[in-house]
Protein backbone atom coordinates (compact mmCIF):
# COMPACT_ATOMS: atom_id res chain seq x y z
CA UNK A 1 0.00 0.00 0.00
CA UNK A 2 1.07 3.16 -0.80
CA UNK A 3 2.44 5.50 1.90
CA UNK A 4 0.01 8.72 2.61
CA UNK A 5 1.63 12.25 1.84
CA UNK A 6 1.07 14.13 4.95
CA UNK A 7 -0.87 17.26 4.09
CA UNK A 8 1.02 20.36 5.23
CA UNK A 9 1.58 24.08 3.65
CA UNK A 10 4.23 26.53 3.54
CA UNK A 11 5.49 28.45 7.06
CA UNK A 12 4.20 31.94 6.18
CA UNK A 13 1.15 30.54 3.66
CA UNK A 14 -2.56 29.85 4.45
CA UNK A 15 -5.41 27.59 3.45
CA UNK A 16 -8.95 29.84 3.93
CA UNK A 17 -12.09 28.12 4.74
CA UNK A 18 -15.04 29.39 3.56
CA UNK A 19 -16.13 31.97 6.16
CA UNK A 20 -12.61 33.68 6.16
CA UNK A 21 -12.35 33.44 2.00
CA UNK A 22 -15.86 35.23 2.39
CA UNK A 23 -14.98 37.77 4.61
CA UNK A 24 -11.96 38.74 2.33
CA UNK A 25 -14.17 38.73 -1.17
CA UNK A 26 -16.37 40.71 0.88
CA UNK A 27 -14.38 43.28 1.72
CA UNK A 28 -12.19 43.37 -1.84
CA UNK A 29 -15.69 44.03 -3.36
CA UNK A 30 -16.23 46.76 -1.17
CA UNK A 31 -12.66 48.11 -1.94
CA UNK A 32 -13.31 47.56 -5.41
CA UNK A 33 -16.78 49.88 -5.55
CA UNK A 34 -14.67 52.48 -4.40
CA UNK A 35 -11.71 52.81 -6.24
CA UNK A 36 -14.57 52.45 -9.77
CA UNK A 37 -16.81 55.17 -7.55
CA UNK A 38 -13.00 57.59 -8.30
CA UNK A 39 -13.25 56.36 -11.77
CA UNK A 40 -10.00 53.98 -11.55
CA UNK A 41 -9.65 50.96 -13.77
CA UNK A 42 -8.71 47.11 -13.15
CA UNK A 43 -4.93 46.40 -14.40
CA UNK A 44 -3.21 42.45 -13.71
CA UNK A 45 0.34 41.76 -14.17
CA UNK A 46 1.72 37.97 -14.04
CA UNK A 47 2.81 36.24 -11.02
CA UNK A 48 6.15 35.51 -12.57
CA UNK A 49 8.65 37.56 -13.87
CA UNK A 50 12.19 37.95 -15.33
CA UNK A 51 14.50 38.60 -11.77
CA UNK A 52 16.05 41.63 -13.57
CA UNK A 53 12.63 42.94 -13.76
CA UNK A 54 11.84 42.75 -10.59
CA UNK A 55 15.02 43.36 -8.93
CA UNK A 56 15.91 46.48 -11.22
CA UNK A 57 20.05 47.82 -10.70
CA UNK A 58 20.16 46.41 -7.17
CA UNK A 59 18.41 43.57 -5.76
CA UNK A 60 19.51 45.09 -1.51
CA UNK A 61 16.74 43.92 1.13
CA UNK A 62 14.28 42.50 -1.61
CA UNK A 63 16.67 40.42 -3.04
CA UNK A 64 17.07 38.51 0.18
CA UNK A 65 13.06 38.29 0.59
CA UNK A 66 12.35 37.42 -2.90
CA UNK A 67 11.30 33.46 -4.10
CA UNK A 68 13.75 33.41 -7.35
CA UNK A 69 14.52 30.24 -9.31
CA UNK A 70 15.37 28.92 -12.40
CA UNK A 71 12.65 27.26 -14.27
CA UNK A 72 12.82 24.65 -17.03
CA UNK A 73 13.52 26.70 -19.62
CA UNK A 74 16.73 27.48 -17.94
CA UNK A 75 15.14 31.55 -17.22
CA UNK A 76 16.18 33.44 -13.85
CA UNK A 77 12.64 34.34 -13.06
CA UNK A 78 10.94 35.20 -9.53
CA UNK A 79 7.28 35.81 -7.74
CA UNK A 80 5.89 39.42 -7.42
CA UNK A 81 7.33 41.17 -4.21
CA UNK A 82 4.83 43.98 -4.72
CA UNK A 83 2.51 45.05 -7.13
CA UNK A 84 4.14 48.26 -8.09
CA UNK A 85 7.51 47.47 -9.53
CA UNK A 86 5.22 45.45 -12.32
CA UNK A 87 3.23 48.22 -12.61
CA UNK A 88 6.45 50.63 -13.43
CA UNK A 89 7.22 47.54 -16.28
CA UNK A 90 3.23 47.46 -17.29
CA UNK A 91 3.72 51.18 -17.98
CA UNK A 92 6.90 51.05 -20.27
CA UNK A 93 5.08 48.00 -22.10
CA UNK A 94 2.14 49.63 -22.55
CA UNK A 95 2.57 53.60 -22.92
CA UNK A 96 0.87 53.61 -26.53
CA UNK A 97 -2.19 51.85 -24.91
CA UNK A 98 -2.79 54.52 -22.17
CA UNK A 99 -4.06 57.86 -22.13
CA UNK A 100 -2.55 60.29 -19.33
CA UNK A 101 -3.11 60.82 -16.62
CA UNK A 102 -4.19 56.71 -15.53
CA UNK A 103 -5.32 55.62 -12.87
CA UNK A 104 -5.67 52.22 -11.65
CA UNK A 105 -6.12 49.55 -9.30
CA UNK A 106 -4.79 46.15 -8.83
CA UNK A 107 -5.68 43.60 -6.54
CA UNK A 108 -3.63 40.52 -6.29
CA UNK A 109 -1.19 38.27 -4.09
CA UNK A 110 2.33 39.06 -3.54
CA UNK A 111 5.21 37.05 -1.72
CA UNK A 112 8.04 37.48 0.41
CA UNK A 113 10.31 35.63 2.52
CA UNK A 114 10.42 37.55 5.16
CA UNK A 115 10.07 36.51 8.92
CA UNK A 116 6.23 36.28 9.76
CA UNK A 117 4.23 37.69 12.05
CA UNK A 118 0.86 39.13 13.42
CA UNK A 119 -0.97 40.17 10.13
CA UNK A 120 2.16 39.46 7.97
CA UNK A 121 2.60 36.77 5.86
CA UNK A 122 5.08 35.38 3.34
CA UNK A 123 1.91 34.96 0.89
CA UNK A 124 -0.57 38.04 0.98
CA UNK A 125 -2.84 40.39 -0.85
CA UNK A 126 -2.02 44.07 -1.84
CA UNK A 127 -4.66 47.10 -2.81
CA UNK A 128 -2.78 49.15 -5.12
CA UNK A 129 -4.01 52.28 -6.86
CA UNK A 130 -2.30 55.02 -8.40
CA UNK A 131 -2.62 58.44 -10.71
CA UNK A 132 0.14 58.43 -12.98
CA UNK A 133 0.91 61.26 -15.39
CA UNK A 134 -0.24 64.29 -13.32
CA UNK A 135 2.08 65.88 -11.02
CA UNK A 136 -0.63 68.32 -9.14
CA UNK A 137 -1.82 68.86 -5.67
CA UNK A 138 -5.14 67.13 -6.63
CA UNK A 139 -3.67 64.07 -7.70
CA UNK A 140 -2.07 63.71 -4.50
CA UNK A 141 -5.00 64.41 -2.40
CA UNK A 142 -7.35 62.61 -4.83
CA UNK A 143 -5.52 59.50 -3.48
CA UNK A 144 -5.37 60.54 0.12
CA UNK A 145 -9.20 61.19 -0.02
CA UNK A 146 -9.94 57.62 -1.48
CA UNK A 147 -7.81 55.64 1.33
CA UNK A 148 -9.73 57.73 4.03
CA UNK A 149 -13.47 57.46 2.45
CA UNK A 150 -12.22 53.49 1.28
CA UNK A 151 -11.39 52.25 4.92
CA UNK A 152 -14.50 54.01 6.35
CA UNK A 153 -16.60 52.42 3.58
CA UNK A 154 -15.33 48.70 4.63
CA UNK A 155 -16.22 50.01 8.55
CA UNK A 156 -12.80 50.35 9.56
CA UNK A 157 -14.11 53.44 11.79
CA UNK A 158 -12.09 56.43 11.98
CA UNK A 159 -8.38 56.19 10.89
CA UNK A 160 -5.74 58.57 11.07
CA UNK A 161 -3.08 59.92 7.42
CA UNK A 162 -0.18 61.09 8.65
CA UNK A 163 1.90 62.57 5.59
CA UNK A 164 5.17 64.51 5.26
CA UNK A 165 6.69 65.59 2.14
CA UNK A 166 9.97 64.26 1.30
CA UNK A 167 11.42 67.22 -0.85
CA UNK A 168 10.70 69.42 2.14
CA UNK A 169 12.94 67.09 4.10
CA UNK A 170 15.32 66.54 1.59
CA UNK A 171 15.55 70.62 1.76
CA UNK A 172 16.13 71.10 5.45
CA UNK A 173 19.00 68.13 4.74
CA UNK A 174 20.44 70.72 2.69
CA UNK A 175 20.40 73.32 4.83
CA UNK A 176 21.82 71.44 7.31
CA UNK A 177 24.73 69.88 5.23
CA UNK A 178 23.91 66.06 5.28
CA UNK A 179 22.39 66.31 2.04
CA UNK A 180 25.02 63.31 0.80
CA UNK A 181 23.80 61.05 3.22
CA UNK A 182 19.89 62.11 2.85
CA UNK A 183 18.57 58.63 1.45
CA UNK A 184 20.19 57.19 4.89
CA UNK A 185 18.82 59.40 6.80
CA UNK A 186 15.38 58.79 5.26
CA UNK A 187 15.53 54.89 5.77
CA UNK A 188 16.69 55.03 9.54
CA UNK A 189 13.82 58.07 10.60
CA UNK A 190 11.66 55.69 8.80
CA UNK A 191 12.35 53.19 11.63
CA UNK A 192 11.48 55.30 14.08
CA UNK A 193 8.02 53.55 15.15
CA UNK A 194 9.80 49.74 14.76
CA UNK A 195 13.04 50.55 17.16
CA UNK A 196 12.57 53.88 19.32
CA UNK A 197 14.05 57.44 19.55
CA UNK A 198 17.00 56.24 21.19
CA UNK A 199 17.79 54.16 18.25
CA UNK A 200 17.65 56.25 15.82
CA UNK A 201 20.04 59.01 17.66
CA UNK A 202 22.61 55.85 17.59
CA UNK A 203 21.63 55.17 14.04
CA UNK A 204 22.07 59.32 12.68
CA UNK A 205 25.26 59.93 15.35
CA UNK A 206 26.99 56.56 13.27
CA UNK A 207 26.36 58.64 9.82
CA UNK A 208 29.05 60.93 11.07
CA UNK A 209 28.99 64.87 9.95
CA UNK A 210 29.12 65.76 6.28
CA UNK A 211 29.49 69.11 5.69
CA UNK A 212 29.49 70.47 8.88
CA UNK A 213 32.87 70.00 10.75
CA UNK A 214 31.88 72.44 13.48
CA UNK A 215 28.67 70.84 15.04
CA UNK A 216 29.39 67.21 15.91
CA UNK A 217 27.56 64.12 15.25
CA UNK A 218 25.29 64.14 17.98
CA UNK A 219 24.47 67.69 17.28
CA UNK A 220 23.09 66.82 13.59
CA UNK A 221 21.29 63.79 15.08
CA UNK A 222 19.66 66.46 17.90
CA UNK A 223 18.79 68.92 15.05
CA UNK A 224 16.77 65.97 12.88
CA UNK A 225 15.16 64.59 15.58
CA UNK A 226 13.87 67.68 16.43
CA UNK A 227 12.24 68.95 12.94
CA UNK A 228 11.06 64.97 12.47
CA UNK A 229 8.70 66.17 16.32
CA UNK A 230 5.04 67.48 15.20
CA UNK A 231 4.83 71.13 16.24
CA UNK A 232 1.28 71.26 17.21
CA UNK A 233 -1.62 71.53 14.95
CA UNK A 234 -0.63 70.89 10.56
CA UNK A 235 -0.55 74.84 9.75
CA UNK A 236 2.25 75.05 12.86
CA UNK A 237 3.92 72.43 12.31
CA UNK A 238 3.95 73.25 8.53
CA UNK A 239 5.44 76.87 9.64
CA UNK A 240 8.01 75.14 11.71
CA UNK A 241 9.57 72.53 9.25
CA UNK A 242 8.97 75.22 6.34
CA UNK A 243 11.34 77.72 8.25
CA UNK A 244 13.77 74.66 9.47
CA UNK A 245 14.10 73.94 5.59
CA UNK A 246 14.62 77.03 4.21
CA UNK A 247 11.49 79.33 4.05
CA UNK A 248 8.86 78.83 1.56
CA UNK A 249 9.51 76.98 -1.73
CA UNK A 250 7.14 74.37 -4.24
CA UNK A 251 7.30 71.35 -1.61
CA UNK A 252 5.57 73.45 1.23
CA UNK A 253 3.12 75.39 -0.93
CA UNK A 254 2.41 71.33 -1.86
CA UNK A 255 1.68 70.92 1.14
CA UNK A 256 -0.56 73.92 1.88
CA UNK A 257 -3.18 73.46 -1.19
CA UNK A 258 -3.56 69.94 -0.33
CA UNK A 259 -4.58 71.02 3.60
CA UNK A 260 -6.66 73.66 1.82
CA UNK A 261 -8.08 70.79 0.00
CA UNK A 262 -8.71 69.02 3.21
CA UNK A 263 -10.65 72.34 4.92
CA UNK A 264 -12.89 72.31 1.46
CA UNK A 265 -13.84 68.92 1.77
CA UNK A 266 -14.67 68.25 5.73
CA UNK A 267 -12.03 66.23 6.06
CA UNK A 268 -9.10 67.78 7.61
CA UNK A 269 -9.57 65.85 11.08
CA UNK A 270 -8.45 62.81 9.55
CA UNK A 271 -4.96 64.39 8.08
CA UNK A 272 -2.37 64.93 10.65
CA UNK A 273 1.12 66.65 9.08
CA UNK A 274 4.28 64.21 10.45
CA UNK A 275 7.55 64.80 9.63
CA UNK A 276 8.81 61.44 10.82
CA UNK A 277 7.06 59.94 8.33
CA UNK A 278 9.35 59.19 5.68
CA UNK A 279 8.66 55.67 3.93
CA UNK A 280 12.28 54.30 3.44
CA UNK A 281 11.65 53.69 -0.40
CA UNK A 282 14.28 55.28 -2.67
CA UNK A 283 11.54 55.60 -5.59
CA UNK A 284 9.28 58.65 -3.63
CA UNK A 285 10.13 62.01 -3.87
CA UNK A 286 7.34 64.00 -3.02
CA UNK A 287 4.22 63.34 -0.03
CA UNK A 288 4.38 60.23 1.47
CA UNK A 289 1.83 59.10 3.94
CA UNK A 290 0.51 56.04 5.92
CA UNK A 291 -2.40 55.33 7.52
CA UNK A 292 -3.41 53.71 11.06
CA UNK A 293 -6.74 53.10 12.47
CA UNK A 294 -7.77 55.05 15.51
CA UNK A 295 -9.08 52.22 17.58
CA UNK A 296 -6.01 50.11 16.64
CA UNK A 297 -2.99 51.94 16.05
CA UNK A 298 -0.57 49.67 17.40
CA UNK A 299 -1.02 47.22 14.27
CA UNK A 300 0.51 49.45 12.34
CA UNK A 301 -0.11 51.29 9.32
CA UNK A 302 -2.58 49.49 7.00
CA UNK A 303 -2.44 51.82 4.03
CA UNK A 304 0.57 53.74 2.89
CA UNK A 305 2.58 55.31 -0.30
CA UNK A 306 3.48 58.40 -1.47
CA UNK A 307 4.71 60.42 -4.80
CA UNK A 308 7.34 59.50 -7.53
CA UNK A 309 9.10 61.23 -10.29
CA UNK A 310 10.26 58.47 -12.28
CA UNK A 311 8.17 55.13 -11.30
CA UNK A 312 9.31 53.58 -15.00
CA UNK A 313 12.67 54.91 -15.23
CA UNK A 314 14.41 51.36 -15.18
CA UNK A 315 12.69 50.45 -18.37
CA UNK A 316 11.47 53.40 -20.32
CA UNK A 317 13.41 57.14 -21.64
CA UNK A 318 10.15 58.80 -20.69
CA UNK A 319 9.58 59.94 -17.52
CA UNK A 320 6.32 59.43 -15.90
CA UNK A 321 5.25 60.94 -12.59
CA UNK A 322 2.38 59.46 -10.40
CA UNK A 323 1.02 58.97 -7.06
CA UNK A 324 -0.55 56.07 -5.02
CA UNK A 325 -0.88 53.99 -1.94
CA UNK A 326 -1.54 50.40 -1.04
CA UNK A 327 -3.95 48.51 1.22
CA UNK A 328 -2.01 45.73 3.01
CA UNK A 329 -5.59 43.29 2.96
CA UNK A 330 -4.42 40.79 5.53
CA UNK A 331 -2.77 43.43 7.87
CA UNK A 332 -6.04 44.99 7.51
CA UNK A 333 -8.47 42.13 8.38
CA UNK A 334 -6.52 41.25 11.03
CA UNK A 335 -7.32 44.74 12.69
CA UNK A 336 -10.94 44.39 12.07
CA UNK A 337 -11.01 41.05 13.17
CA UNK A 338 -9.79 42.38 16.73
CA UNK A 339 -12.21 44.93 16.44
CA UNK A 340 -14.75 42.89 16.40
CA UNK A 341 -15.92 44.63 12.84
CA UNK A 342 -15.84 41.63 10.49
CA UNK A 343 -18.91 38.96 10.65
CA UNK A 344 -19.11 35.75 9.86
CA UNK A 345 -20.42 34.17 7.07
CA UNK A 346 -20.09 30.58 6.26
CA UNK A 347 -22.44 30.46 2.99
CA UNK A 348 -23.54 33.58 0.42
CA UNK A 349 -27.30 31.88 0.17
CA UNK A 350 -30.19 34.03 1.99
CA UNK A 351 -32.20 30.78 1.65
CA UNK A 352 -32.14 27.11 1.79
CA UNK A 353 -34.67 24.58 -0.03
CA UNK A 354 -35.21 21.56 1.90
CA UNK A 355 -35.12 17.89 0.14
CA UNK A 356 -38.15 16.21 0.92
CA UNK A 357 -38.45 13.72 -1.69
CA UNK A 358 -35.60 12.97 -4.05
CA UNK A 359 -37.69 12.70 -7.14
CA UNK A 360 -38.63 16.21 -6.80
CA UNK A 361 -35.28 17.21 -7.14
CA UNK A 362 -36.20 18.56 -10.15
CA UNK A 363 -39.05 21.25 -9.13
CA UNK A 364 -36.97 22.51 -5.93
CA UNK A 365 -34.31 23.12 -8.70
CA UNK A 366 -37.03 24.89 -10.67
CA UNK A 367 -37.98 27.11 -7.12
CA UNK A 368 -34.73 27.96 -6.30
CA UNK A 369 -33.93 28.88 -10.30
CA UNK A 370 -37.04 31.56 -9.32
CA UNK A 371 -36.21 32.98 -6.54
CA UNK A 372 -32.11 33.62 -8.07
CA UNK A 373 -34.39 35.68 -10.83
CA UNK A 374 -35.15 37.58 -8.04
CA UNK A 375 -32.03 38.56 -6.57
CA UNK A 376 -32.52 35.82 -3.23
CA UNK A 377 -29.35 33.75 -3.19
CA UNK A 378 -30.51 30.06 -3.14
CA UNK A 379 -29.25 26.97 -1.73
CA UNK A 380 -30.97 23.62 -2.85
CA UNK A 381 -30.41 20.90 -0.72
CA UNK A 382 -30.44 17.43 -2.40
CA UNK A 383 -30.13 14.48 0.38
CA UNK A 384 -33.44 13.98 1.71
CA UNK A 385 -32.21 13.66 5.27
CA UNK A 386 -34.47 14.45 8.51
CA UNK A 387 -35.68 18.02 8.55
CA UNK A 388 -34.01 18.44 12.06
CA UNK A 389 -30.41 17.37 9.78
CA UNK A 390 -31.18 19.89 6.87
CA UNK A 391 -31.58 22.90 9.86
CA UNK A 392 -28.62 22.01 11.66
CA UNK A 393 -26.78 21.97 7.99
CA UNK A 394 -28.32 25.72 7.01
CA UNK A 395 -27.61 26.88 10.33
CA UNK A 396 -23.93 25.46 10.32
CA UNK A 397 -23.64 27.16 7.17
CA UNK A 398 -24.95 30.78 8.38
CA UNK A 399 -28.05 30.73 6.12
CA UNK A 400 -31.09 32.07 7.72
CA UNK A 401 -33.69 31.01 6.48
CA UNK A 402 -35.12 27.52 5.33
CA UNK A 403 -38.08 26.70 2.77
CA UNK A 404 -39.77 22.95 3.36
CA UNK A 405 -41.77 21.70 0.28
CA UNK A 406 -45.05 19.87 1.07
CA UNK A 407 -44.86 16.12 0.63
CA UNK A 408 -46.35 16.10 -2.46
CA UNK A 409 -43.78 18.65 -3.72
CA UNK A 410 -47.14 20.86 -4.50
CA UNK A 411 -47.05 24.62 -4.94
CA UNK A 412 -47.27 25.51 -1.15
CA UNK A 413 -44.50 25.41 0.90
CA UNK A 414 -43.59 26.24 4.51
CA UNK A 415 -40.48 28.91 5.68
CA UNK A 416 -38.69 28.39 8.65
CA UNK A 417 -36.76 31.22 10.68
CA UNK A 418 -33.90 29.33 11.80
CA UNK A 419 -32.97 31.58 14.04
CA UNK A 420 -36.25 31.84 15.93
CA UNK A 421 -37.86 28.55 14.87
CA UNK A 422 -41.08 30.43 13.98
CA UNK A 423 -42.73 28.52 10.87
CA UNK A 424 -44.93 30.45 8.11
CA UNK A 425 -47.46 28.02 6.43
CA UNK A 426 -49.33 27.85 2.99
CA UNK A 427 -46.57 29.82 1.29
CA UNK A 428 -46.81 30.06 -2.86
CA UNK A 429 -43.72 30.43 -4.56
CA UNK A 430 -44.86 34.67 -5.41
CA UNK A 431 -45.27 34.71 -1.86
CA UNK A 432 -41.68 33.49 -1.10
CA UNK A 433 -40.01 35.69 -3.52
CA UNK A 434 -41.99 38.62 -2.02
CA UNK A 435 -41.46 37.54 1.71
CA UNK A 436 -37.54 37.05 0.77
CA UNK A 437 -37.54 40.17 -1.24
CA UNK A 438 -38.78 43.00 1.35
CA UNK A 439 -37.17 42.86 4.88
CA UNK A 440 -37.57 39.71 6.84
Known amino acids: MASIIEPKILKGFRDFLPEAEIERRNLVEKIEASFRSYGFVPIDTPALEYAEILLGKGGGETEKQIYRFTDNGGRDVALRFDLTVPFARFLAEHRSDLTLPFKRYHIAKVWRGENTQRGRYREFTQCDFDTVGSDTAAADFEILLMMRNTLRAIGAGNVSIRLNHRGLFNRFLKALGAAEVSAEVLRIVDKLAKIGKDAVREQLEALGNPGNAWETPLQVAEKILDYIEPKGSFEETLEAITRAAGGPCPESERLALIRRFMVDTGTADSFT ?168
Open 273 to 440: LDPSITRGLDYYTGIVYETFLAELPEIGSVCSGGRYDDLAGLYSKEKLSGVGSSIGLDRLIAALESLGKLEGQGSYARVAIACVREEDGGVYQALGARLREAGIPCEVFSEPKKLTQQFMLAEKRGIPWMIIPGESAGPVFTVRNLSTRENREGLSPEELIALFVSPV
